[in-house]
């Protein structure tokens, strides 16, 4: 496939938001429609590190609502889109150890039940009793979400490149957009490592990296990279197979089942934003000895695989949908650690924007780039 040398509308970066709104737009008829992304594979991005968690368990009521949209996507995929996306409904337990989460996570399920989530308080007591191989003495109680669990990310990239190349619309490897021209204050193209590229309409979705894309339209855009890993382990079939998705909020400590064995992940609150993506193994080792502590049988496990990759974060931990100061560039990313299970319904919405000037699956105009120079920010308790 050659790059041509015009389309009607551009995609930079082919992670989740990028694959889903190409699929959005071709699904709209837009034929003359092009992704670029950077690297060799579509989803080697965040969408491609991430841990597959799926949840309605948020803390504002635009991310439940995101969720309340994007899950059910989820679950309609293989109709829909003609891909299985192997969506495992394990629940998310939370399990929280100080006063303050208490009142916070009772809160948020309190908004959740009133929009229409099933999450379910727990006891201490009754953690123990769900999680008998784990050491949760100090577990003040928690929240347990049923419908929450676990989606392929691979499966719902590709699912997406696959059939908006279907419909027409065409995804490009190997391409890095390095420049991006503005004319009189309108986007009129990008520049590539393979020519130029006139567009009059251009998104970023290029997620970690949005801000280096920003810069390149004279946008300042307040995404920073930072660093998160996990690591997956031999199997352990001491696990039982409906375990959930454990988290250790105050530590931000969390396990579920990866085949017959587990992913462990932590974050490291200390990390500072950058681009490294290589596994930070002294900290690697904090969460080792952390998620023995919690679950002495991993002391058992050899460690499978492991990795890093980069949550792209706001300051108010809430993604930036919609438009820039300049005219026909249009930003969708943000999505600060909990992106992937939106990116369905945030590919619909940026469609529904670029085609028709508003959102109307779902009201996400609060979360407009002026947010943060106007003091509008809400920000997400639940992060990971
Ligand atoms: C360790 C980890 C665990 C996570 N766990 C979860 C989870 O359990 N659940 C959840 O919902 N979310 C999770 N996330 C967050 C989730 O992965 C992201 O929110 C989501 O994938 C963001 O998608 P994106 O398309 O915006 O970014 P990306 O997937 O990073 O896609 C952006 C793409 O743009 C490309 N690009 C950048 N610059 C250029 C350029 N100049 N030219 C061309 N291409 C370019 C990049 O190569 C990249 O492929 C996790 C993230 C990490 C890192």
């Not at 123990?128 to 100090?138: C, N, Q, T, Y």
Request: aromatic share 10%.
């Amino acid at each position: 496939m050659t790059l041509p040398h015009t389309a009607d509308m551009l995609i930079i970066g082919g992670g989740v938001m990028g694959a889903s709104t190409l699929y959005h737009l071709a699904a709209h008829g837009q034929k003359k429609v092009i992704l670029l992304e950077k690297e060799e594979f579509f989803g080697q991005g965040a969408s491609g590190r991430c841990a597959g968690g799926v949840r309605y368990q948020f803390a504002t009521e635009i991310n439940i609502k995101l969720s309340l949209e994007s899950l059910p996507m989820l679950e309609r995929f293989k109709t829909e889109i003609g891909q299985d996306v192997d969506y495992r409904k394990c629940g998310y337990l939370f399990v929280l150890t100080n006063e303050q989460d208490v009142t916070a996570f009772k809160r948020n399920a309190a908004l959740q039940n009133k929009l229409g989530v099933d999450t379910e308080w727990v006891t201490g007591d009754e953690v123990r009793e769900r999680l008998p191989s784990m050491h949760f003495e100090d577990g003040l109680g928690g929240s347990f979400g049923p419908n929450d669990g676990l989606v392929d990310p691979n499966s719902v990239v590709m699912g997406y490149i696959n059939a908006a190349s279907k419909l027409g619309a065409k995804a490009f490897s190997n391409i890095e957009v390095t420049g991006i021209k503005v004319e009189h204050g309108k986007v009129s193209g990008v520049e590539t490592n393979q020519g130029f590229v006139s567009a009059p309409v251009v998104v970023n979705a290029a997620g970690p990296w949005a801000g280096l894309v920003g810069r390149m339209a004279g946008v300042e855009i307040p995404i920073v990279p930072v660093r998160r890993q996990m690591f997956t382990t031999t199997p352990l079939p001491e696990i039982p197979s409906d375990f959930p998705f454990v988290l250790d909020f105050a530590q931000s400590l969390y396990f579920h089942r990866e085949g017959n064995g587990l992913l462990i992940g932590m974050s490291n609150h200390d990390e500072k934003p950058g681009f490294d993506q290589n596994v930070d193994e002294d900290f690697e080792l904090v969460n080792l000895e952390a998620a023995i502590q919690r679950l002495p049988l991993v002391e058992k496990a050899g460690m499978v695989s492991h990795w890093a990759g980069l949550y792209e974060v706001t300051p108010d931990a809430h993604p930036i949908f919609g438009g820039t100061p300049v005219e026909g560039f249009h930003l969708l990313a943000g999505f600060s650690g909990h992106g992937f299970m939106h990116g369905p319904v945030a590919g619909k919405l940026m469609t529904e924007f670029i085609l028709d000037g508003k959102f109307r699956t779902l009201d996400v105009s609060a979360l407009d780039l002026a947010r943060f120079e106007e003091g509008r920010q809400i920000q997400e308790y639940n992060v990971v």
